[in-house]
């Protein structure tokens, strides 16, 4: 079983800056992927990064590269998403995933655990 809480949402201005948490509950020596999601009223959930497990491959959706650095601490079963100048259309409820297999970035249906969601507001 996994379980997973984020933090760190909240609301900032066009071209701020927010670090969102993910924290995981494993199992001992459990290693999974995880993701970063997105989404908002009437619209699917679309992935924004993803780390993989094992090797630690990274990839980002287009709309976030150069903008977005997902990482993790190892230790301590803590990923992170820092959003750099954020813009409006980034305005969504972002969600951390986590799968059991091997993937940087799969569609939202291969992830098998979900946090409850936090809330990132950008104003212009």
């Known amino acids: 079983q996994v379980q997973l809480a984020e933090s760190g949402g909240g609301a900032v201005q066009t071209g701020g800056s927010l670090r969102l948490s993910c924290t995981a509950s494993l199992d001992t020596d459990r290693d999974i992927s995880l993701a970063w999601f997105r989404q908002t009223p009437g619209k699917e959930r679309e992935g924004v990064a993803g780390?993989?497990?094992?090797?630690?491959?990274?990839s980002y959706d287009d709309s976030v590269k150069g903008r977005f650095i997902i990482s993790k601490e190892n230790a301590k079963n803590i990923w992170f998403l820092q959003m750099n100048d954020l813009k409006p259309e980034d305005t969504a409820t972002y969600y951390c995933?986590?799968?059991?297999?091997?993937?940087?970035?799969?569609?939202?249906?291969?992830?098998?655990?979900w946090g409850q969601g936090t809330q990132v507001t950008v104003s212009s």
């Open positions: 780390i993989a497990k094992g090797d630690g491959s990274i």
């Open positions: 995933a986590a799968y059991l297999g091997w993937a940087r970035l799969a569609a939202a249906r291969h992830y098998n655990f």
